[in-house]
């Protein structure tokens, strides 16, 4: 029985602790927040203890830890944790400064430890029959991939002042999922964004709405969409065409009925937001982090995946400053 | 926090066992089962006791049992434990004999003790929608009901043996969704069967494929189809006609994929059985059957509910028999 | 090129008017109506003749008639026509008597001269489909058919009264599909109906609301409902469930388009009435007709499938009538 | 009757004859084409004259023509045929060069005389509705717009070379259905584009897939993906995100049939290319061209529509080759 720490108390925290504790080889025993009533709530609940971050970290007792706090201590914590000897799963970023990452990379990988990065759609059970159809050669060559994805509702602009922009918070998914279904980095970034729904996002820096494409090796393209806002549901759809066809993988709707009226058809909106959407995928990821840890296999997402994935971030940033395409190689 | 027994370690017994482990305000205590390795082996994964079903029953300190046992028990373990002050849940259907049904019904009532019958596709989200839609007035008067419910494969014939037919064992549950979504029971009731699927059932003297039409107090119509055997997955729909349109509630699918290719777009298949079908059902059910207990409010299934589907049944068996319409009024 | 002359200027002639002309090999030359204003408009329209139908009948010009008159005149155009040595297409249904239809049967069969009925739906390029899928053993072994046939609304009671009852008038349609889909005749008809769109209709001795179950050899069973209201469009599809696999045939919807908002996802309805989903099986019906007169081959749906459906339709009359399950051996 | 002048007998020139055939207030009374042959046979099926062009434009008889030539004859025939007194309904592209678009703009503007340009996909009754309530405000405020747009099979290389490149001759249907929808023209265009699909188009100069994203003034953004194959039909589908919803309108499938089997669901494919997609499209087409130049109504595409959509195109192609965002003001 694996025993884990959980290094924040958060609603993903709260995520995370309940896919811990429901695997048959894993135990909550430790938990952590700056909020301290957050944690020891979520301690008592799965009769775990409230910790300190760091006490949790070098307790050699503890297997390894979930590091489930706010961006700016990924980095560190990571460094810590790996080199107390644990392996370790992060929630995405892994920081927003891609030098910062890359330290953080070298050091973390410097202890042999495992680090996964939770890129949590990568374990969505429609993406990954997508991604396993195409692996399989269900649709010939791969050419163009595009990738939908919208959120609910914006959040706050005190939150986007902090989010390190929509490309590095929200974006990374798409760059992420774009990386994994095409097997590398691109080569260039293309970008386009506009404060469509929010001026005082436009306000803070930032963008709302954006489009980006990238051009991988042997020339394949994919276009990511990106809104803060679909009023209707989280809208998470990928669609991937090859030479033998199209493979799509499409939202999932709230229920499967449909009302028909003098007004038309109609149906259930997709589900409301990741929590609903990827909560499958949450317990899947935590899964698939135990067997790699435990059977020494390799990581489904590395830190080096978390670290591509950032450095796209920061193309499609530059792109949009300066209207020009970007070469990643000239970032990485 | 109740204390509930559960009376039955098989398949649906686990599946109780992890609903009733999983609630905030249930704690599983103790299982039984003729099979006394299966009733220790589940004992064991949830930290409960294996006892006898007798025991259990009797213990003062449980306050609710669940009966997950073989159909032939049903009605004596409902008298038993309703006797013992206990409140029940227990699986569909009440008895294959109409007359010992009805007598449970008496001397459970005498003791005015809850007993809710398991008909867990009331409590599918899909068809609580459709409900709550039709309900509400969203298609006008409710004119005309269709159900189609098609199971993935037949059992083996030694169970359709004591299974007390297709209509008892399998239909049971759609004469429930009819009784339910349309308020009452129906008047009339014709049924034409055959053996299609396996000749083997046809020899037992049953038959694996059927279509029976009931008509309601105002003439309203329903339609059932029922199928032993559906290849492409577990087949349950439900559509109901108003003066003002038409609600449709349609299968789960394994996932949102499609493939577009030369030969067509083909998307996922439903979900394989009762197991993936329900599963996000029998927690709801649980949940409102420790809702109705413990406020004191209405059960969401009665046992007069258990008895009117039988009801329904008896007749179906009977105009099968007889090739004629065969009123509700000459059973009950 | 054949010369067509067309008996019945109403609303469906005017769609057998264009088909007509448009196909390559037939021409339209004369047009009757009791109505002559609305024959003239037509002949007009299309450069043809307005002519009585006995006059267009006994021409020795003209080829072939297509009979778009009212229902009791049917069988004495067909007998006159065929006698005066042409072919016929025929609206269904052949009469509303099952008496004088056959006396049709054989009087027109002495001739020798072709008789198609029109039985447009299964020239519907989905129904055909369907079927082409049936026949080649895609699904396996056809074991029961299912038939949603809803009218967009109620026609006036005065129409009613003329129209033979739902059975002939509308659901003789299904009948005819079920026959055609299943090859042959049901064994057994069971039928329950109701009249709750329209008191009147009641009144007037008929109901608006059934379903009809079929049992044809070896077991097979279809299952018929039909509605003479469905608000949200006309509603017209078929599924055919078989040993390997089940086959849907849908509603062709208004347009593609789909709008999600807070609301849910809203879509199309189903195209208006027949003359929007089944004009282009009106047009491919006529090339069939004409294939086959050409070439001598045999004809798509024979006088003969016209008297079966009637047969049918007295089967389910008689059935709702007396509230059991007729055999059709005792009406032919 | 409008007496019209068909100029161009290939295989959009027979869609056009049919149309203008079929319209009660126009008649095909002369056809030309470089190839004898096929003006004479097109022109005896319609019982038309076959003439030379230059004889149809001079015709004083003649009130409109429709020009359906190659691309390379476009701007000197609706100089011309303007010239000589007629409307004028031009398949695009105006031109290949836009300098010479521009010059027939203003020579065509002197005359007065209207020319419309042929974007069908502006009638296809989906994209209409979806234009007509977007226009409606059924979502609000339209922000991000996706035009998926793949053709069955790439053209041969011959063709290629003289199309003048994927962007003035495939995607400037998207471009113009951008353009129509946001009411204007963008401010920047971005392009990334690969020859994936045929390396024979790749060493002709040209791409073969492309993602183009385009920024309209207030920040509105549209991404257009172009692919020269879809093996599995011509996929031609349109989205509009706003500030309350979204609009989709998807492929018209060949039929409404699926077959479900242990291999999933099946449908239909979407339909086969341009000719079965968009065949309501042209004859709607064509009554909206007469509906305006018997009204003198303000035509639903302009020449200066066409002009506008090269433009773009011409951008597209300068960002493909700078790696560059242009803007659309340098270009125009």
């Known amino acids: 029985m694996l025993k884990i720490g959980l290094l924040g108390a958060g609603r993903i925290g709260n995520v995370h602790a309940k896919a811990i504790t429901s695997h048959p080889r894993s135990a909550l025993v430790a938990v952590s927040d700056i909020n301290t009533d957050a944690a020891a709530k979520l301690a008592t609940q799965y009769r775990a203890e409230a910790r300190s971050s760091l006490d949790i970290v070098n307790d050699p007792a503890i297997d390894a830890v979930l590091i489930a706090t706010s961006t700016d201590t990924h980095s ?11 392996a370790v799963l992060c929630e995405k970023p892994v920081d927003l400064s891609l030098e910062r990452a890359r330290a953080c990379q070298i050091a973390a990988g410097a202890t042999g430890k495992p680090v ?27 050419e163009l991939l595009s990738i939908t994805s919208f959120d609910r509702a914006p959040p706050p602009v005190s939150y986007i002042r902090v989010s390190g922009g929509l490309f590095r918070d929200m974006m990374i998914h798409d760059f992420d999922m774009a990386c994994w279904i095409f097997g590398g980095a691109p080569r260039t970034v293309t970008t386009i964004g506009s404060s469509l729904v929010d001026p005082d996002i436009g306000a803070a820096g930032d963008v709302d709405t954006a489009a980006v494409t990238l051009k991988f090796a042997d020339g394949r393209i994919a276009v990511i969409k990106n809104s803060r806002r679909a009023c209707y549901g989280y809208d998470q759809r990928i669609e991937l065409l090859g030479s033998e066809g199209l493979l799509s993988a499409g939202n999932i709707l709230e229920n499967t009925v449909t009302k028909a009226t003098k007004g038309g058809v109609t149906g259930a909106k997709p589900e409301f937001f990741f929590l609903e959407r990827y909560m499958r995928a949450y317990s899947i990821e935590w899964n698939a982090f135990v067997e790699a ?13 978390g670290v591509k994935a950032l450095a796209v971030a920061e193309a499609a940033t530059r792109s949009l400053a300066t209207g020009q395409i970007v070469r990643l190689a000239d970032i990485l």
Chains 1, 2, 3, 4 share one sequence.
């Open 76 to 86: 560190d914590l990571i460094e810590a944790a790996t080199k107390a000897g644990k």
């Open 293 to 305: 840890i435990t059977s020494g296999s390799a990581l489904p997402v590395s830190l080096d995946d």
């Open 116 to 142: 996964m990065i939770g890129f949590n759609r990568r374990f969505d059970p429609n993406f990954a029959a997508l991604k396993a159809a195409a692996d399989r050669g269900d649709i010939g060559k791969m």
